[in-house]
């Protein structure tokens, strides 16, 4: 069972892609607007037609080539071109800070303080399973604690968005699901491993917390319902994630451990 946890490591990855594209031995952004950086690709965009995928989780991997980020004087930003996949296109923009919050055009290991994400995936593609699904999903994503020597990176982020899907059952019933998703991540702070540091439980977030909360909506005929769920992770700098599940039934705790891939939440 793929869990927010699991969802959480695949993130500190995809940031460090980007991290990993503003170093000086690659390509890297300065004060010219010509001046570009590689763009950031991993995960498979047909995921984001489940609500409980992150957007930051699944980024623009297979999708038409667009070409690399661009920095715009006027913005401040670094704008990557629009690329799409089965109906889904992606926007991704970052912005470079120092420790004072002053926009910097290009990554500099010694003074830049934090990066922004910021991701749009939006668009109608189809499932296996032959339903059309339209989604409308986008995020903000901060990571801090970059300047200087590193030793841990915070992040902070919120992401909203609905997934749309309508679907024929065999029997020919017509059936539509609207789920609206906030999600939100506060003081989640990953240490950062040294490439010699064979110890896994290294990377183990040491402390903060992640909330996904759905409202679900299905409808088939004049059958309609609506469903909340809100799930929340608590990281304390061990393997095991400390599991706040609430629905309409009320509130129950349990478990994940991420080293021993098993948990006490069920499915």
Known sequence: MRTLADSKLVLVAALAAIFAACQPETPVPTASPQTTVPTVTAGDPAALTNPDIPTFDVQSSGTSSGGPCVFSESTGQFTCPDMSR??????????????????QSKFDAVTTASIKVETTAKGTTSRTDGATVTIDRSGVMVTSGLAGAETSRTLNGTEAGTVISDFTAP??????????????????????SSTTRTDRKAVWPTSGTRVHATVTTF????????MSLTRKETFDGTSVVKVEITTADGTRTCTIDLAAHTTTCGR
Do not use: E, M
């Not at 089965?86 to 926009?103: K, Q």
């Not at 019933?173 to 702070?189: H, P």
């Not at 409808?219 to 609506?226: H, M």
């Open 86 to 103: 089965n109906g889904i296109t992606f926007t991704r923009r970052f912005t470079i800070y120092d420790a004072n919050s002053n926009v």
């Open 171 to 192: 029997d020919g019933a017509k059936i539509n699901t609207k789920t609206s998703v906030a999600d939100t991540t506060s003081n989640l702070v990953i240490p950062v």
């Open 219 to 226: 409808a088939k005929g004049t059958d309609t319902r609506t």
